[in-house]
C-alpha cells in the first residue's frame, strides 16, 4: 500500500506564493520521478513540473520561472515552491510518483489533490 499525501493549498492573492508538500509513505523500495500535475474546472489534467530523484526537472511552459520543484532530503517528498502566482493557476493540485513497491503493483501513484486558488 502507498500513499501520497499532500499539504500547502490555499487561497492567495495574485502575486503571492504557495509551497506544496507530498509526502511518499508505505511499501516503497525505490521512488524512480516525483511531479505535480494540475486540473482547473472543465480542463484536462496537465503537467506542472516534474523531477527524477538525483536527476533533471521539467516544467510547463508556463510555470517556467515561478515555479520550482524540488525532492527533500529523504527522497520521498516533493515541494513544489510557486511564486508570482496568476489567477489562471487556480486548480487542484496533483502530486504523483512513479516508484517500485515491495510486491508487485502499478508503478504509478497519485496523491489526493489540494485546492489552489489565486483571487483579488
Known amino acids: 500500500q502507498v500513499q501520497l499525501v499532500e499539504s500547502g493549498g490555499g487561497l492567495v492573492q495574485p502575486g503571492g506564493s504557495l509551497r506544496l508538500s507530498c509526502a511518499a509513505s508505505?511499501?516503497?523500495?525505490?521512488?524512480?520521478?516525483m511531479g505535480w500535475y494540475r486540473q482547473a474546472p472543465g480542463k484536462q489534467r496537465e503537467l506542472v513540473a516534474t523531477?527524477?530523484?538525483?536527476?533533471?526537472?521539467n516544467y510547463a511552459d508556463s510555470v517556467k520561472g515561478r515555479f520550482t520543484i524540488s525532492i527533500g532530503d529523504a527522497k520521498n517528498t516533493v515541494y513544489l515552491q510557486m511564486n508570482s502566482l496568476k489567477p489562471e493557476d487556480t486548480a487542484v493540485y496533483y502530486c504523483?510518483?512513479?516508484?517500485?513497491?515491495?510486491?508487485?503493483?502499478?508503478?504509478?501513484?497519485w496523491g489526493q489533490g489540494t485546492q489552489v486558488t489565486v483571487s483579488s
Open positions: 504523483n510518483a512513479n516508484l517500485r513497491t515491495t510486491v508487485p503493483g502499478p508503478p504509478l501513484y
Open positions: 508505505g511499501s516503497i523500495v525505490s521512488i524512480y520521478t
Open positions: 523531477a527524477i530523484i538525483g536527476g533533471t526537472t
